[in-house]
């Protein structure tokens, strides 16, 4: 039989509790994953609620902006999914009016709001714009979803007064509701006649990577770096 003397034993219990609380400290110190990798395997959903822009109108959807959005995520193994409830010739009113069920069967964590260039079309009041998508911001905060608005812009011919108030309208918004306000993607991609379809409108499908390559990192820097 061996014999183990009551000072061995308490020398080994005292060096197995020294390992333990050494352990405890490192763990406590330097935790197993840091905060950044975290972040990355978070998963995202962002919903677009927009019009015709978002839309692909007069290309297959697979040429579509958004949809080459997702892709590109996709290949950068980014834990995002786009859900495109963009519908050709939606209103604010449309929008406002979709938007609950959208919050409901969805649960995005992220919305862009890009509506508001079909109601200027039909000459609709700036300040019924606006409070459509007041509302909007108001009903998806309360869901705890995180807002974006996409500024619009419209052809000059509508007259310098509401054009004016028309572009004013969405950094209003954006500022009253402390929301990020991106820049209209199509500002410079207007300009090129070659980029437009023959409405003079919306973009061809040459323009949708572009659009892509403008949107793509605006979504990072307001998504990822929360």
């Given at each position: 039989?061996?014999?183990?003397?009551?000072?061995?034993?308490?020398?080994?219990?005292?060096?197995?509790?020294?390992?333990?609380?050494l352990?405890l400290?490192l763990?406590?110190?330097?935790?197993?994953?840091?905060h950044?990798?975290?972040?990355?395997?978070q998963e995202?959903?962002?919903?677009?609620l927009?019009?015709?822009?978002s839309?692909?109108?007069?290309?297959?959807?697979?040429?579509?902006?958004v949809?080459?959005?997702?892709d590109?995520?996709?290949?950068?193994?980014?834990?995002?999914?786009?859900?495109?409830?963009?519908?050709?010739?939606?209103?604010?009113?449309?929008?406002?009016?979709?938007?609950?069920r959208?919050?409901?069967?969805?649960?995005?964590?992220?919305?862009?709001?890009?509506?508001?260039?079909?109601d200027?079309?039909?000459?609709h009041?700036?300040r019924?714009?606006?409070?459509?998508?007041?509302?909007?911001?108001?009903?998806a905060?309360?869901?705890?979803?995180?807002?974006?608005?996409?500024?619009?812009?419209?052809?000059?011919?509508?007259?310098?007064?509401?054009?004016?108030?028309f572009?004013?309208?969405?950094?209003?918004?954006?500022?009253?509701?402390?929301?990020?306000l991106?820049?209209?993607?199509?500002?410079?991609i207007a300009?090129?006649t070659?980029?437009?379809?023959?409405?003079?409108?919306?973009?061809t499908?040459?323009a949708?990577?572009?659009?892509?390559?403008?949107?793509?990192?605006?979504?990072?820097?307001?998504?990822?770096?929360?």
């Amino acid at each position: 039989m061996f014999s183990i003397s009551s000072n061995r034993v308490k020398a080994c219990s005292v060096t197995n509790l020294k390992s333990l609380i050494l352990l405890l400290v490192l763990v406590f110190l330097f935790p197993f994953s840091s905060h950044s990798d975290q972040t990355k395997g978070q998963e995202y959903k962002l919903l677009i609620l927009g019009d015709s822009l978002s839309a692909a109108y007069g290309l297959t959807q697979e040429q579509g902006w958004v949809y080459l959005l997702q892709d590109a995520w996709k290949r950068d193994g980014a834990n995002i999914e786009v859900v495109n409830a963009a519908i050709s010739g939606d209103t604010t009113d449309g929008g406002l009016a979709r938007l609950p069920r959208l919050l409901s069967l969805h649960q995005p964590t992220h919305l862009l709001i890009e509506l508001g260039g079909n109601d200027a079309l039909q000459g609709h009041n700036p300040r019924k714009i606006e409070q459509n998508i007041q509302s909007m911001v108001e009903l998806a905060k309360a869901a705890d979803v995180k807002v974006m608005i996409q500024e619009m812009q419209i052809p000059t011919n509508y007259g310098r007064r509401y054009t004016q108030m028309f572009t004013k309208l969405f950094a209003d918004v954006a500022d009253k509701n402390d929301v990020p306000l991106i820049p209209f993607f199509l500002a410079d991609i207007a300009l090129d006649t070659s980029l437009m379809q023959q409405d003079g409108i919306h973009p061809t499908a040459e323009a949708q990577p572009m659009i892509v390559e403008f949107m793509k990192p605006q979504f990072e820097a307001l998504m990822l770096a929360e």
